[in-house]
Structures are given as structure tokens and as C-alpha cells.
């Protein structure tokens, strides 16, 4: 591989070119197996192999990307991705300015993987898939079961033109199921152990048999009948507590997209939206309650978001972004942190693969957990509503206005959880929200989970990221019932 | 690139390696996007990918398997293959698994633009140049940042009963915002355009457009609840696009959850609404066949107002016992599960200018764009979104003031119910490769539900 990047680095780094980079992926693999009422919908594998080679003039990027690593297809990707940033550095007057990186600049980075998931028999994992979606059908009632699995193993070489090299091979898993039950005139969907497909780890194929998929199967299906006949939410503003997989979208809606870089700084304006954070609102805007802390960690074991270097050569790192309801920080790449006067970039700068440009992306952004356990969240709650499992989630282009539905609710009373309740909503602006939060769950209630459809970017890109986050209790928040 | 022919030529190549008793389709495509991406006023993140792909999808004893690859070599094809074929024998069987797509004569050409298709990449960041310059001629202190999307996408799709068919197809979209980060109520403003001929775009004038509409007033505030309403063309856009996936995906009338399921061959809108699924016509971004090889065929999605059936891929059809209406995915797609959606919606035109329009809601609110839309409850098509880019008071039937954002959480149903007219001036809005467009004019809607303001 080595005579393929030292190929595109030098055909990339032509008259007027300060800097590039190259990323091979050789190969992506990726499975996606899933079953619905006893049939097979899915049964796939994609690989893929290519080249993306971005390169910066003195004003401006390019970057370019063939599937072909054939010497020929990759000399002319980095010649046309030197041309694109002379073309975009024709429409600048301004230098691009680039933090220094300076560290470990070769390596080698490789998930922590107990048993390969590509080593495991197929037939091993439809048996599970189909074991669990069979619990899922405890009534009639349950019209659609739904099991499915996710694999993706990444081998990607990186070398750019400032002599950093790496390679990382990161494995990614994911599992879960889901039960749609009909009847009433009600239709209500209920996913375990959480929506988008289940729960997803940077982890072997040890991490989906301990989901205990067919175990949780028949709760997830009860729970979708009994939504059927469940009251709606109540309507008002009142207590709330937020499961952890529901408050980890909740950070990712509105404190990691908000605290990115490009975002602030207007770069995704056109698609994605800005933020309603300023440069200047570092170390002094009160984003929430002196309880809220939370970290951007890319070297949190097993998270989707963990990695050895970003796409930039830069080495994984933590960075605080909320210390004690303060803003202390952004997600950032090397442009950006020298931008707003940064003294190090964030290392957060990702593509989904070697064919997309690297932007800005989340790590594992975290809720630090607190002091209280579950049943101490409730106990403070006279008359409330406890949500879990998320549904819709939407959020206006600065990241303030949302509305976020989960699954299921529940009537939280004097200090229990009580009824089910259906079609649970509540919404708010961000500062305010969580600024209303009174107590933060403790380790017990905290879960690291991963979510893997963050999309982002022209084209889009689609980004695997963790958000480890505990059960939490907010006051007056606007609910009503769907 | 390859040849038309070379494509189709490693499509059979790929069919020759499957042993005798299976059966398959193969995909052979290969794209050639340019994505130029402009943000502060400077070209920022200009993109250019070329890839050619095989995807292959196979069957035996009703087992089905499928795999896709970027390696095209012998070798690389070979293990394409087996990879296939190994997940086809371990799979449940598919009792119902149609026969795959034959070969049926001529289908209707699609609009296609080889100059689209060639378009170098220099060209295509002058495009967008021009939309800067545009956008700069109109509001010189406007933060400006859009995109320009022009490419091409070749099918060559064969399978063992026989079919053998080329499909090119070119699509070219541009976007354009230009905001006012600066005032102490930000605003901004917004124009795209989409067609299969990048020529048929003007940049600047798209620029020019979006800077335009920039409000010129300080943006006021008004309290939530229900209003008339104006939406326009890339609002609507947006509110068909779910209508789509909520009432005619094959998926949600096969699993319960449409918004039409007892409603079909009923009337769910004015009878003077016509809602049609084309993706034969140039007047959306058309192509001959889709991934299963079957040619694509309109469907009318709602005639006079009355709604009707859902469109279907082979497997869809097959159940359903009906004929497939060309709306089949790629098969190793993730996004396959979700079944098969309408992606080329056309809204006939009405005979209402725009202020027509306006005039009909009278007083009420002018919604330029959606943002972040995400279904609340599928069952009852209620869906939630921000209102951006534009959103302007209606007093005594004229644009008033600019207002600040509002969320809404509405029935797609309820919406369409109470179109009061429809625009005559369509245009055409598609996703970035134009895997999916709907063309459309604006609408004046009875009402709208918006459930809170914003501060911005």
C-alpha cells in the first residue's frame, strides 16, 4: 500500500499545492443481515476500496476520489484534487490557516476485538436473528418482528505530505430489534435496546451476543401492544426524566452539532445549518445547569467515535466542551481551531470514508454522569413523565428550537414510575433546557451507546459516533401527547 | 470511465460465473459526480468522485443473497460471487421471491445530457463562481454559501432471464443561501433549482434570487397556532417528499402504518389536486428502468384529489398481486429495507400566479423552506420541522414583514386537505445526485399548525 500513497502524494503535491493528504481504504467491508416475520430482507455484503486525496493551495481545498487504486487512476485523482484547490483558491483572498500538529505522526490503531464478526458463521447469526424476531411475535397484535445486524471492518492507510503515516483497522457492530403493533386504529413501534437498529459498539461479534437480543424480544413486543392501549402523554409543562439513550440524541442534537466548528463558523450554513454559538462564547456562555458536563472522547474504549488519528494526522484526544455548565470548548478541526485562536485542533476531523472529504464529526460526545441513582431522579417528582427510546427528532438550523419524541413514556408518581403512556412529546430551546436540569443520573443509570446514521456534508456522509450519557431530570419542560 | 458497452459486458461476465441452476441480476454502475461546495462567500470544499461498482444479487431454491464490490477485476468478480452465493444458501427461504424483470422491447428513453455528464470540473466551479457573483452582485454583505451538484450515473443491468439494458441518466442541482449572520436578527434567503441539464441552469441568477429574498426589515415575532399559509415551491417539495414515504411506500401498506391504509380510492384532497409519480417524464430527472431492470411507469398518486396505490418493486408487486411500477432499489442498499417510495413526484400546476396566492390566504404566513422534518406519528402522516430561509407575514393579501422561525407539527393529510389553490409556475427540486426530485409549484394552504416560535 505503501507505493500507492507515496504515488498520490506525489502526484498531488504539484506548482502551488502546500498540502496532502491520502486516505486508501483497502478494504471497506461492510454485512448487513436482517430478518422481518420470519423472512430474510437483507442478506449483504459491500466492499469497498478507493482513494480520496485532498489537497490545499495557499487559499483553498480540493479534494478528488476514484474506486480504482490502479497507478494511473491514482496519480490522475490527485492531480484533479491539486487542480480543484487551485480552482478554489482563485474564489478566496484569504490564506487558509492550518494549526501545526505536532506528536506521534505513524502508527497503527486496531479495535479491540474479542471474535472477528466476519469469522462468524452466517448461518450462526441468521439463527440469532431469527431466534430473537420469533419472541418478538407474543400476540397477533404484533404485525411486523424485526431483527438486524450491522458489521463494518475499515482498513484505511493514511499518509500525507507533512511524512505522518498510519493505518487503522476499526470494527464496528451493531444489533437490535423492533416490534410494529396494529390494532385499534393505533399503530405503535417499540425498538430495543434502542432505535435506529439497536445499539452499536467498536467491538467484535462478543458485544451482539451479550445484547441478549432474544431475551429483550417479547418486553419490546409487550410494550408495543400495551402503547396500543396506553393513554396519550399528558399535555403541560412539568418534570421529566430522560432515559440515557434518549438524552445521548439529545446531547448529540444539541450540544455536539451545536459545538462544531464549521458549523460556528458559518462553512455548513448552505445545508446542515450554523449554531447559535459564537467564537467568542467560549469560557463564557452558560450553556445549562452546573451539573452538565460533557466531554468530546475519542479514546473512550469501544466507542464508535474512538480512533488513533483523525483524517487530518491529528492523535485522538479529549476535549471538554460544557465543564460545569460552562462552555469550555469546540469540536474542531485544523483550519478551525487556528481560526478562532485555538492553541490545538480538536482531532475530530472524519469522512465516512476514503471517498469523502474530512469535516468536522463528533467523537463520543458525553454527558458525564452525577450523583443520583435512577430511583433517586424519580424520587424528587411528584407528577412527571419519564421518556425513553427515541422516535422523531428535530432541531432548527442553530440548534436551538427542538421536539423530540421517544417511544414509550411513562407517568412518573410521588417518586414511581406508573403507567404507560404513548406518543410522548416534549420540546424547548437549548440553553434553557438544560439550564432546567436538577439532578444527573449516576454510573448505574449511564450508558456509552452508538449511534450510526449522523449524516452531515456535501455529498453526505454518513458518521458512526458515541455518546456515553446518564438518566437526567429536567423541570418544567413543555410536554403534550401526539 | 468505461464504455456503455464494457459496463455491460462485465454485467454478463458477472452472470457467467454463477453455476448452473442459480439465477441473478447484476448492476454495473458507474458515476461520475462533481460536488462544489461554496460557504463564506469562497469556494470551500469543491469534490470530484469517480467510481465504478458491481452489485449482484442472486437466487436458488428460493434463497436469496446479495453482494457488491468496487474490485472489477477477475478475481474480484469471482469472490463477488461466492460471497453471494454463500449468504443465499444460509438465508430463510423467500417463497414468494418474484421471477427477475425479462426483457420487454422498448422502454421510453429518458432525458439525458451528455455536455452534463462530461462537464469537467473547472466548469463546474465556475458555476459555482457565478453563483457567488450573483449572489455578491445583489447583497455585498451577505454571508453566501451553497453548492453545485452536477453528474452522471450508468446502469448496465443484466439478469438470466435474459434482460440486458443500458440506463444513463445526468443530473445537475443547485443551491444557494445567503444570510445576514451580522443583523441582530439574523435573516436570510434561498433559491435551488434542479434539472438534467446543467445548462438549463443559471447560477447567477440563482444566486441572485436567494439574495434577493433576503428580508430587508428586522425579522418580527408572532405567536404560534394555526394560520393560512403560502407555502413555497421547496417547502412543498418537502411536504410531498414525506407524503410519499407516509402514504405510498410499499412497505407501509404491506406493514399497516400508511396514513392511506382505508383511505385508498378515497378523496384525501381537492379534487383540483393531481399528484403523479413519473419517472419516465423530462420534466422530472428522469430514468428508463430501475435497479430491478423494470421500466419505469407513472403512477397516480392522487387523481382529482382521490388517493391511490402504492408503488412497488418486483417482491412489493409480487405480494401485493400487482404489476411492479419500477420503483425497485439497489439491493445491497441499506436504505432498501425501507421498500419502494415515489422519487419522481410531480404536482400539476394550477392556474395562480403568485401573488395570486398571496392574495388568497389573505392573512397568514409565507413559508419559503422546511428544515430538519422528522415523522411524529407515520399512522397519521404528523410530521415536525422548522420553517428557514424566508418566512414572512401575509397582511391584506401582500408580503409583510419578515418573520422570525416557527416550528410546525402537522398532518401531511390535514395540510394537503386544505389546499386552497395551486400554483401555475413549477419548478424542480431534487437531492444532491438526483436519485429523487419532485417537481412542483407553490400552494396556498386553508391552514397550517404552528406550534411554537422561535427567537430567530
Known amino acids: ?482 | 470511465m468505461s464504455t456503455s458497452a464494457e459496463l455491460l459486458e462485465l454485467s454478463r461476465r458477472t452472470l457467467d460465473a454463477l453455476p448452473t441452476g442459480w439465477t441473478g441480476d447484476v448492476r454495473v454502475l458507474a458515476e461520475r459526480w462533481g460536488t462544489m461546495r461554496f460557504a463564506v462567500g469562497r469556494l470551500s470544499q469543491p469534490h470530484l468522485e469517480e467510481g465504478q461498482y458491481v452489485s449482484l444479487r442472486v437466487v436458488h431454491d428460493h434463497q436469496v443473497g446479495v453482494a457488491a464490490t468496487s474490485d472489477l477485476s477477475r478475481a474480484g468478480i469471482r469472490r463477488l460471487v461466492r460471497t453471494a452465493q454463500g449468504l443465499a444458501r444460509v438465508a430463510p427461504p423467500d417463497e414468494k421471491f418474484p421471477e427477475f424483470a425479462a426483457s420487454t422491447g422498448r422502454v421510453r428513453a429518458t432525458a439525458y445530457s451528455a455536455t452534463t455528464a462530461r462537464l469537467s470540473p473547472e466548469a463546474q466551479a465556475r458555476l459555482a463562481e457565478a453563483a457567488l457573483s450573483g449572489a455578491r452582485s445583489v447583497q455585498p454583505e451577505g454571508r453566501i454559501a451553497g453548492v453545485v451538484n452536477v453528474g452522471s450515473e450508468v446502469l448496465a443491468l443484466a439478469n438470466t432471464s435474459g434482460l440486458e439494458r443500458v440506463a444513463p441518466r445526468s443530473a445537475a442541482q443547485i443551491s444557494v443561501l445567503v444570510d445576514r449572520p451580522d443583523l441582530e436578527v439574523p435573516v436570510s434567503g434561498w433559491d435551488e433549482g434542479a434539472h438534467w441539464d446543467a445548462d438549463a441552469l443559471d447560477a447567477a441568477r440563482l444566486g441572485r434570487a436567494a439574495a434577493e429574498r433576503v428580508p430587508r426589515g428586522r425579522a418580527e415575532s408572532a405567536p404560534a397556532g394555526r394560520y393560512r399559509v403560502v407555502l413555497s415551491g421547496p417547502a412543498v417539495s418537502d411536504l410531498l417528499g414525506f407524503f410519499a414515504h407516509l402514504g405510498f411506500n410499499s412497505r407501509g401498506a404491506e406493514e399497516g402504518w400508511s396514513c392511506l391504509k382505508n383511505r385508498r380510492g378515497k378523496r384525501v384532497a381537492p379534487t383540483f389536486v393531481d399528484l403523479a409519480d413519473d419517472g419516465t417524464s423530462p420534466r422530472s430527472l428522469p430514468r428508463s428502468i430501475d435497479y430491478e431492470g423494470t421500466p419505469k411507469r407513472p403512477v397516480r398518486l392522487l387523481d382529482h384529489g382521490t388517493a391511490g396505490p402504492p408503488v412497488s418493486d418486483r417482491r412489493s408487486a409480487a405480494r401485493a398481486g400487482t404489476a411492479p411500477t419500477g420503483h425497485g432499489t439497489l439491493p445491497e442498499s441499506p436504505w432498501g429495507d425501507w421498500g419502494a417510495t415515489p422519487g419522481n413526484l410531480i404536482l400539476a400546476p394550477g392556474d395562480a400566479s403568485f401573488d395570486d396566492l398571496v392574495r388568497t390566504v389573505g392573512d397568514g404566513v409565507l413559508v419559503t423552506r422546511l428544515h430538519y422534518v422528522r415523522v411524529v406519528h407515520p399512522a397519521r402522516s404528523i410530521i415536525t420541522g422548522m420553517t428557514r430561509d424566508g418566512t414572512y407575514r401575509i397582511r391584506r393579501g401582500e408580503i409583510g414583514p419578515a418573520l422570525r422561525n416557527f416550528r410546525f407539527t402537522e398532518s401531511v393529510l390535514a395540510a394537503l386537505g386544505s389546499i386552497e389553490q395551486v400554483g401555475r409556475a413549477t419548478r424542480r427540486y431534487s437531492d444532491e445526485r438526483g436519485g429523487s426530485a419532485v417537481t412542483t409549484p407553490a400552494l396556498a394552504l386553508g391552514t397550517f399548525h404552528f406550534t411554537s416560535a422561535t427567537v430567530f
Open chain 1, 1 to 482: 500500500m505503501d507505493d500507492v500513497l507515496a504515488r498520490a502524494l506525489r502526484a498531488g503535491h504539484g506548482a502551488g499545492i502546500r498540502r496532502v493528504e491520502v486516505r486508501v481504504s483497502a478494504p471497506s467491508r461492510y454485512e448487513s443481515l436482517a430478518v422481518r416475520n420470519g423472512e430474510a430482507t437483507s442478506l449483504t455484503r459491500r466492499e469497498y476500496s478507493g482513494i480520496g486525496v485532498r489537497a490545499l493551495s495557499r487559499r483553498g481545498w480540493g479534494f478528488a476520489t476514484t474506486a480504482s487504486l490502479a497507478p494511473a487512476s491514482v496519480r490522475a485523482t490527485a492531480r484533479h484534487a491539486a487542480r480543484l484547490a487551485r480552482s478554489a483558491g482563485r474564489s478566496s483572498r484569504e490564506e487558509i490557516p492550518l494549526l501545526e500538529e505536532k506528536g506521534p505522526t505513524r502508527g497503527r490503531y486496531r479495535s479491540t476485538v474479542r471474535i472477528d464478526p466476519f469469522t462468524v458463521p452466517v448461518e450462526e447469526k441468521i439463527a440469532l436473528l431469527l431466534e430473537t424476531e420469533r419472541a418478538l411475535h407474543v400476540d397477533p397484535t404484533v404485525k411486523n418482528g424485526h431483527a438486524a445486524l450491522q458489521t463494518w471492518v475499515d482498513d484505511t492507510w493514511y499518509a500525507d505530505s507533512d511524512g505522518a503515516s498510519y493505518r487503522s483497522t476499526i470494527t464496528h457492530i451493531g444489533a437490535g430489534v423492533d416490534a410494529t403493533a396494529v390494532g385499534s386504529g393505533e399503530v405503535q413501534r417499540r425498538s430495543g435496546p434502542s432505535s435506529f437498529g439497536g445499539d452499536y459498539r467498536q467491538a467484535g461479534w462478543e458485544f451482539v451476543k451479550g445484547l441478549n437480543l432474544p431475551e429483550i424480544a417479547p418486553t419490546v413486543a409487550r410494550e408495543a401492544l400495551d402503547l396500543l392501549s396506553a393513554p396519550s402523554a399528558p399535555t403541560g409543562r412539568t418534570t421529566i426524566v430522560l432515559g440515557s439513550e434518549q438524552l445521548a440524541l439529545q446531547v448529540h442534537e444539541s450540544v455536539g452539532h451545536a459545538t462544531e466548528l464549521d458549523r460556528i463558523l458559518g462553512m455548513e450554513a448552505g445545508y446542515a445549518g450554523t449554531s447559535f454559538l459564537r467564537p467568542e462564547d467560549r469560557d463564557s456562555l452558560v450553556y445549562g445547569s452546573p451539573l452538565m458536563q460533557v466531554v468530546a472522547d475519542a479514546t473512550e474504549p469501544g466507542g464508535l467515535g474512538t480512533f488513533g488519528w483523525d483524517d487530518e494526522g491529528v492523535a485522538a484526544r479529549r476535549t471538554p466542551l460544557v465543564r460545569n455548565g460552562r462552555l469550555v470548548g469546540f469540536l474542531s478541526s485544523r483550519e478551525t481551531a487556528a481560526r478562532v485562536g485555538l492553541n490545538r485542533a480538536g482531532g475530530t476531523s472524519r469522512g465516512d470514508s476514503a471517498a469523502r472529504m474530512p469535516l468536522i464529526r463528533m467523537t463520543n460526545v458525553d454527558l458525564l454522569p452525577g450523583d443520583h441513582s435512577f430511583d433517586e431522579l424519580l424520587e424528587g417528582v411528584d407528577n412527571g413523565v419519564y421518556f425513553t427510546t427515541n422516535r422523531s427528532w428535530s432541531i432548527d438550523d442553530k440548534r436551538l428550537n427542538f421536539q423530540f419524541g421517544t417511544e414509550v413514556g411513562r407517568r412518573i408518581r410521588h417518586g414511581e414510575l406508573a403507567e404507560l403512556v404513548r406518543n410522548p412529546i416534549y420540546s424547548g430551546m437549548t440553553p434553557s433546557f438544560w439550564s432546567s436540569m436538577d439532578a444527573v443520573g449516576d454510573r448505574s443509570t449511564w450508558h456509552l451507546w452508538g449511534i450510526p446514521n449522523c449524516g452531515k456534508g456535501q455529498p453526505s456522509q454518513t458518521a458512526r459516533v458515541g455518546h456515553g450519557a446518564p438518566a437526567a431530570r429536567f423541570r418544567g419542560v413543555a410536554v403534550r401527547g401526539g
